[in-house]
């Protein structure tokens, strides 16, 4: 089963955070479950559509809580084990907020 | 938290280090069933106490240093096993440790989680090792890397679960009074014990590649074990080329599961299936895995070369774009490593893709008098098809009748009697 998580808020990481979030990706491709990382430009465009009439705005934008800041792709055995990784995750950047959502896809 | 939730936890968190853990402990205790116990035990404790306390922030390293406590403690009480942990113990840092373990703080030292990821392939070699039936191979792995109950693995295999419990406990038991040692093998060893271990996480991944859907929800997690473990191994030992080839191949395979079956459950080949149900994510991580092989040189072993024949497949964004001429010679650079009547036969089939079916027949016609694929429904099938395409009906209708009283699928004989039938004679 696979699981987007990512996060909307964060601590900005020091160089100690940086050294064990190194580690835990190390740690998650080692084992097999990573399978997609990265951080995100919280700058970003954002795209609007109303009948098919598009409206592109460039960030950075205000509400700057909503932007995904980071994502992770991973490959476990269960919901379970998606939200232990993310748990793992949270012990390293400490204080903030995400999302876990399972991508449908081959089963 | 609740006794349920607690389990929940405690379950979870067991498939996610418990490998690791019974590694770490095998290294010290050089004795597998010792290490699976003491790992046990510190699962039993985490059930009884993570109710009350909460589940650790990491409960990984608790369950790993209840489990040394555990095994500090038996060391205490049993003098045979400290003495033999001396005897086995044939590197002088097991000696030092073995001398001085008297308390947690040496144990530390010698379960360090620097040394975790050599501990994981030591674990691997000594599942797979050679003095062991195939079976018990599988077994052991998909119970000591995979995680699995016993139950699971037995509804995998669709076997009894005492035939399995029975298979695991006489496998850990012949591995003991063989005193095989933990560790990974001396490099004269290495690819021929390297060969076995690819051979049991390619049997594990092709039980549940080949499963019939809807027969057997366990049999797609196979698949996904085998690919985990895989991809785990490509970590662990990332300069043997074979390694990156099997899980090439596995990657790809399986970006095709989705694709692999019909609406009503019927079997899809490969050149039918919608390859918009093809998974580029998997199939992008396939060729890196493949170029990482590559790229380590020499002659190309036989999982490389599978691997390169599924890539020419993925790469084909429709059947008739398929490089069936590169395929021909791969198979062709196959056959002569792995010369079994199977790859014998693929060669055919792709010879007659690429140069025509009267060049693809003459490579099949002398497979008929080989013994080995007597009951293979697939020779008939690939042969009623060249004859088909060669303007011969007669002569296919059969072939395909042939396949249709071989294969053990009912939806396959099906498809094989439908061939049949339409095989009309010219007028």
């Known amino acids: 089963m696979r699981f987007l998580m990512t996060t909307t808020a964060g601590d900005a990481p020091d160089e100690t955070m940086m050294a064990e979030m190194g580690r835990f990706v190390e740690e998650l491709s080692r084992s097999g479950v990573l399978l997609a990382t990265g951080g995100l430009d919280p700058a970003g465009t954002r795209i609007s559509s109303k009948d098919g009439k598009v409206t592109v705005t460039d960030g950075p934008f205000a509400e700057a809580k909503e932007a995904i800041i980071s994502f992770a792709l991973v490959d476990v055995r269960s919901k379970d084990e998606a939200i232990e990784l993310s748990k793992r995750f949270w012990q390293i950047v400490k204080n903030g907020e995400g999302a876990i959502q399972q991508v449908f896809g081959p089963e | ?427």
């Open chain 2, 1 to 427: 938290m609740t006794v349920p939730d607690a389990a929940r936890a405690v379950d979870t968190v067991w498939r996610l280090e418990s490998a690791r853990i019974i590694a770490g402990l095998a290294r010290v205790v050089r004795d597998i069933d010792l290490a699976e116990d003491l790992a046990q035990d510190a699962l039993v404790a985490a059930l009884r106490q993570w109710p009350e306390s909460g589940i650790p922030a990491n409960p990984g390293a608790w369950l790993m240093a209840t489990a040394r406590h555990r095994a500090i403690d038996r060391l205490r009480r049993d003098e045979r096993l400290r003495r033999n942990i001396g005897q086995l113990g044939h590197e002088l840092e097991v000696r030092q440790e073995a001398a001085v373990i008297d308390g947690p703080a040496e144990f530390d030292a010698a379960t360090d989680d620097d040394f975790v990821p050599d501990d994981l392939l030591r674990l691997m070699f000594v599942a797979c090792h050679p003095v062991l039936s195939t079976e018990s191979r599988v077994a052991l792995t998909l119970r000591l890397l995979g995680g699995l109950t016993t139950d699971e693995i037995a509804r995998a295999f669709l076997a009894a679960e005492p035939a399995i419990a029975q298979r695991i406990v006489r496998a850990k038991r012949t591995l003991a009074s063989k005193q095989v040692p933990f560790e990974v093998p001396p490099a004269g060893e290495r690819a021929e014990r390297m060969g076995s271990v690819l051979e049991v996480i390619y049997l594990i991944f092709n039980e549940g590649y080949t499963a019939t859907a809807g027969e057997n929800w366990a049999r797609p997690e196979l698949c996904y074990e085998a690919l985990r473990i895989g991809r785990m191994l490509a970590e662990l030992s990332p300069a043997n080329p074979e390694v990156h080839g099997l899980v090439a191949l596995m990657e790809i395979q399986s970006s095709r599961l989705r694709a692999r079956v019909g609406p009503a459950g019927e079997p899809v080949p490969l050149l039918e299936q919608n390859r918009g149900n093809w998974d580029q994510l998997l199939i992008r991580r396939g060729f890196a895995a493949l170029l990482r092989a590559e790229q380590l040189g020499g002659p190309p072993g036989s999982y490389v070369l599978q691997a390169a024949i599924a890539a020419c497949h993925a790469r084909a964004r429709a059947a008739d774009e398929t490089d069936w001429e590169r395929i021909a010679a791969l198979y062709e650079v196959l056959a002569v490593i792995e010369p079994t009547p199977v790859v014998e036969l693929n060669h055919a089939v792709a010879v007659a893709m690429a140069f025509g079916p009267a060049r693809g027949l003459e490579l099949v016609d002398p497979l008929t008098s080989r013994p080995e694929l007597r009951g293979y429904h697939l020779l008939p099938t690939v042969r009623g098809d060249l004859l088909a395409r060669l303007g011969r009906p007669a002569e296919a209708r059969e072939e395909f009748e042939r396949a249709a009283a071989l294969t053990r699928n009912g939806q396959e004989r099906s498809v094989l009697l439908r061939r049949a039938a339409g095989c009309k004679s010219d007028p």
